[in-house]
């Protein structure tokens, strides 16, 4: 595989091991989807299509702000 298919699959592995985590933690905080969107300020359908996989960065940081969880994103060009 081409290194930059490689680092662009890892990278959205890693973007959705991330997502995942951040819905564990909005579970287990016993959040509904609809208080998570009110509290980030955007709509539920927002909020689920981020969940479901719709890639958006600003809501990935917003989100584990949120949840007072540190992440770590690193961009290669």
Known sequence: MNKDVTESVQGLQNYQSIVSILIQE??????????????????????????????????????ADKLSIDIQLTMNY
């Not at 509904?32 to 890639?55: H, P, T, Y």
């Open 26 to 63: 909005r579970k287990e905080s016993k959040f509904s989807q609809e208080f998570m969107a009110d509290w980030l300020g955007v709509s539920r359908k927002k909020l689920n299509e981020f969940e479901q996989g719709k890639i958006d960065y600003y809501l990935l940081c917003h989100y």
